[in-house]
């Protein structure tokens, strides 16, 4: 299976802050990579399709980027409603995995 | 708008058949555009991709679960199901059911709410 290793696991941020955070896959994945958003009680969301498409509710100041082994999802400028927990998943080989989730609080 | 929504018990025993539908509501799940998936989250845990079941009904599982997996559509009920034989303990989890894109990046664009299904005697 291909290992995704999130990192950090949890980053503390404030409201205005650029975080990124990075998804490594354990071998070349080309850019067959998604990342979503959990809250929790609530169902995850698409936050950003083949490793740099923005999905349509998504607003701007998030963007992906990368390609092969190394991820990163960006947002310029944290607002209240973005604190949760994302993932990256790897969708190239059987079994599609997720990484182990990065906690922004 | 397109909703998910699934269904099934939340208490089975070990070693039995743990069996949940998902009904697709305020569309048709009779579309090319879309494949669908399972997911689960285990408590504490990460996610955890289950299978794929594609348009034409051709499903894909994770091999650590394809022995004990099925999953079959009814598009005619415009519902999709899942089916684990054997189950155990570390079946325990949040059970989601998904639309994918079909693209090929195959994201997953809306999820079900999810349902717990606890394994325990």
């Known amino acids: 299976d291909i290992q995704m290793t999130q990192s950090p696991s949890s980053l503390s941020a404030s409201v205005g802050d650029r975080v990124t955070i990075t998804c490594r896959a354990s071998?070349?994945?080309?850019?067959?990579l998604n990342w979503y958003q959990h809250q929790p009680g609530k169902a995850p969301r698409l936050v950003i399709f083949?490793?740099?498409s923005l999905q349509r509710w998504v607003p701007s100041r998030f963007s992906g980027g990368g390609s092969g082994t190394d991820f990163t999802l960006t947002i310029s400028s944290l607002q209240p409603e973005d604190f949760a927990t994302y993932y990256c998943q790897q969708t190239f080989v059987n079994p599609y995995t997720f990484g182990q989730g990065t906690k922004l609080e | 708008q397109l909703q998910l929504q699934e269904s099934g018990p939340g208490l089975v025993k070990p070693s039995e058949t743990l069996s949940l539908t998902c009904t697709v509501s305020?569309?048709?799940?009779?579309?090319?555009?879309?494949?669908w998936d399972w997911i689960r989250q285990s408590p504490g845990k990460g996610l955890e991709w289950i299978g794929i079941i594609y348009y034409s009904g051709t499903t894909y599982y994770n091999p650590s679960l394809e022995s004990r997996v099925t999953m079959s559509r009814d598009t005619s009920k415009n519902q999709f199901s899942l089916k684990m034989t054997s189950v155990t303990a570390a079946d325990t989890a949040v059970y989601y059911c998904?639309?994918?894109?079909?693209?090929?990046?195959?994201?997953?664009?809306?999820w079900g709410q999810g349902t717990l299904v606890t394994v325990s005697s």
């Open positions: 083949a490793a740099s």
């Open positions: 998904a639309r994918v894109l079909s693209i090929p990046s195959r994201p997953v664009d809306l």
């Open positions: 071998q070349t994945i080309s850019n067959f």
């Open positions: 305020g569309g048709s799940m009779n579309n090319k555009t879309f494949y």
